[in-house]
């Protein structure tokens, strides 16, 4: 893999992107995947613990239900659709990291939701009937008893999904990735670079493909790279888990 | 916060033209060097997107490769918007073919049958029968609409419809049957291993010209040359003026000549 | 800390978890008014006579073609095409995985398989550009092999994941006293699997298909990339296709807001989202009864 040199991740583009680094397009992932956590993984984490540990079978709780299988059935286009006219038109935040990562926090939420179910659903009732024989509010015992508990089942599933999600690209097609940006973000309202637009952006719509194919196997590589050390990290996580089970 | 995200001052988006997309990053780039405190942020897509995201408020800067057309000026009106424009180079249009095809000359008319579809065989043209393979640009480019009128056709609905300059020449060079049309500087960058450009004559007395050659660009007469926009809202001015002297510098003008575009003297 | 304090902590946490839970209905709700306000909105300019008969997608001048048609039939087509190969291929791959393969193969085809799942779309768009479209063209003798049957190998692949990993839940839900039942009475192994295991998961296979299926009609990047784009109606699998997904990609970015073309293209999408929508809870109606089944 000649293309991926230790310049290649740690430099600008240069001549027109024909040579040069993809510095701008990881920091841009990184960026994004950063706004998406912290919009998706507490609202994900709260959507779940209403869910597993308040909600009674209820015409509304089945109505959230169906709403969330629903919404991970949707097309990452509408998830697009949806973020510019909500994010980039209604709220004006313009095609920027901010829009997108937001964009991508919706797409991400109805996962986080399942997964982190899942993981509360293993903890057994008896722990938190102990808890709450002992005095403890409700929350306390979320807090205290089941959260700690679920916590790496939380974790494995978080991860798994933010890595979905930092591979994307037809949510912030729209909403504020950009084909270049001559230097690193620094805001949240600056557009952006992102790794998996990068790659499509060279195999399908620079000037000279031809010419920057070793850069579009080196972005593949170092996107796909990226995405299989999440899925390891994850995977670690669930397995010391099982082991320690 | 939301407040504050909406007013960026430090980024200049330009949007728009894939002809002009790879010439603006390299302009960025140097214009760096000499405004580090200003970010210049540059997405591709065809000329109609640069206008289209000038409109919606999502660029600062619309890169065009034709001049905008009554209904976007009819939105723009409708809109309240004021709109300036500055031509920065010219582009001229080359049709590529095969190599290995016996052609080297052709006539505005015969690329108007060929690329509407009446003429589906290179027979007529080359003595050979191999059928018309047409790659083109996406309906957003602003290649496709300046062909496109400038021909007065409408494409084949058999057409295909490439993402940007660069696939057409790919595709080109591996089909010996197939006909394609890109701005000049791509052929010059691009390589020309596989592929050679047609010269253009209008009628049979006429000399055939070539949108390689700088000196008849310069005067005007190659059939499919254009000149290159960019428009900006009246309005902001102030901000997308550091990128437009920068492109009017000594230093701006050797990039666009770099690029296989003829700077505007 | 007092108990009233504590109690009142409680009763705070309890809403705001409640609230998220109604945050996830007001994002489908907002979703589904989105698409619905631009469709009728859409609907007022173009007749919704000519969206759904008529031949031409051409949007965007003053008299554009505005047919869903060529783009409807391009989706159906690749969807199809992908389904056509993933569907076998899976359901034996699941069939092989919880019935033939020792626990060490199992062991490591099985995050394998979840690898395969998070592969990014571009990057398999990327193999369809590099590796799988000269591929076509070469074995049938094209120009260019970036068409329907490029897009659909790529789909299958991706949507493999998927219809293994819940075709393997169904076959392993079948029974063992089936398997046992068909082989005492001198069936082997394979009679088994075709005329016993398979037919018991059926309900769960079919969810599995249906979940894989929804996931081919929602791609996008990878048949943007790989199928070529023309938005003209399709006439085979060797031609070059645009499906909605792709469409709405390509022109969504260049058009002016509020335009019929603007409007068009969340139309476009609406009918996408309803497709989806029937296809998944079909399968979700399917993955119940299977449920019931196991219980």
Redesign the interface.
Known sequence: MPSVSWNFISKLPTEGMTKGGILPAITGTVLLTFITTIFAVPFGIACAIYLNEYARPSVLTNIIRASIRNLSGIPSIIYGLFGLALFVQALRLGTSVLSAGLTLGLLSLPYIITTTEEALKRIPTVMREATLALGATQFETIRDVVLPKALPGILTGVILTLSRAAGETAPILFTGVAFYINGLATSFNQEFMALPYHLYMLSTQHQSIGQVRPLAYGTAVVLIILVFIMNCIAFYIRFKQRTQD | MLVSCSADNTTIKIKGSDTEVNLAVQLAESFHSTNPGLFVSISGGGSGLGIASLMNGTADLANSSRSINDLELKLFHQRGINLDSFIFAQDAIAFVVSSSLTIDSITPAELAAILKGSLKNWSSLTGKDLPVNIYGRQSNSGTHDFVKKKLGIDFSPHAKEMNGNAQILEALKSDNSGIGYVGAGYVIHGGSKGIKVLTVYETKNSKAVSPLDAAMIAAGKYYFQRPLFQYYKTGSFEKVKPILDFEKSTSGQKIIRDAGYYPVN | MDIKK??S??WF??Q???A??????C??G??FL??LYNSIAFAMDIKPVDFFTGY?W?????NGKYSILPLLVSTGLVAAGSMIIAVPLGIFTAAFLSEFAPPKLQAVLK?VI??LA??????I??LG??LVGPGI?KLFGI??G?NALNGSILLAVMALPTIITISEDAINAVPKSYREASLALGADKWTTLFKVTIPAAYPGLIAAVM?GL?RA?????TV??AT?????MPRGFLD?I?TI?AT??????????R?THYFA??AI?AV??LI??S???LG?YFANRLRKFQA
Not at chain 3, 118 to 123: D, K
Not at chain 3, 228 to 232: D, I, Q, S, V
């Open positions: 504590r109690e902590l409680d946490f309890k705001a978890f409640k998220t839970g109604l945050l996830t209905i994002m489908l907002g979703i989105m698409l031409q051409n949007p965007g001048n003053a995050p979840e690898m998070a592969i990014p779309s571009v990057a768009g990327f550009i590099v063209a120009q260019n970036l979940l929804g009609l929602g791609e996008t990047m943007l990339m070529g784009n023309a938005a003209a070059s645009r997904t709405v990609a390509i022109e969504m970015g260049e058009v002016p807001y335009t293209l969340f999408a996408l989202f989806t929508l296809i998944n809870l979700e």
